[in-house]
């Protein structure tokens, strides 16, 4: 089995949405939920905007008061466009076993235990994998009627008290282009076995 899933997607260092998901060489109700991406976002950090973050979402719509969940094998990456080809030049690269999880790329080799932060050993990167509240908004109950201009939005989020496993990498910007130069790049994320 070769890739699972792609999201798609972006620009450099603005929160972006993604443009597209698609699943690849495998049927689509074999992939657990686990290994199924939600969102993709990319930030500057904040307050410190020297950093950049990356963050992959699966496992949405888990109910509350759960525990983080990767798929033990599948990896999980982060892939980088620096020169324009739509072709990764470098990757940041998640894998869980036993409870513990596994972030290389880069100037990332760090292991720990699921729902912690992790640290490089120069102190700049830190990962953390992690059971995060419901990040997405969305008010579906009201879109069918808005559609068909019967109703408007009631403003009620219906993923509201969800959960999703996050995956957050946090590092300085020029890590992000593979320690080239700041410039636009091209980012998604997959997840394959
Ligand atoms: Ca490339």
């Not at 990764?88 to 790329?105: P, Q, T, Y």
Request: hydrophobic share 45%.
């Amino acid at each position: 089995m070769i890739v699972a899933l792609f999201i798609l997607l972006s620009l450099i260092l603005v929160a972006v949405p993604v443009t597209a998901e698609d699943v690849v060489n495998v049927d689509p109700s074999s992939v657990p939920r686990a290994a199924k991406i939600s969102d993709l976002y990319v930030f500057e950090g904040s307050p410190d905007t020297t950093k950049a973050v990356l963050a992959m979402t699966v496992d949405c719509g888990a109910p509350s008061g759960g525990t983080a969940t990767l798929v033990d094998d599948v990896l999980y990456r982060f892939e980088i466009d620096t020169d324009g080809d739509l072709k990764a030049d470098h990757r940041f690269l998640v894998r869980s076993r036993n409870g513990k999880f596994r972030v290389k790329g880069y100037n990332f080799d760090v292991q720990g235990d699921l729902g912690t932060t992790l640290t490089t050993t120069d102190g700049m990167g830190k990962a953390f994998v992690g059971l995060v509240d419901n990040p997405f908004f969305g008010d579906l109950a009201s879109l069918s009627s808005v559609v068909a201009k019967s109703g408007s939005f009631s403003g009620i989020d219906q993923f509201a008290g969800t959960n999703c496993t996050a995956i957050v990498l946090e590092m300085p910007r020029d890590w992000l282009a593979g320690g080239g130069q700041e410039r636009k790049l091209n980012i998604w994320a997959s997840t394959a076995r």
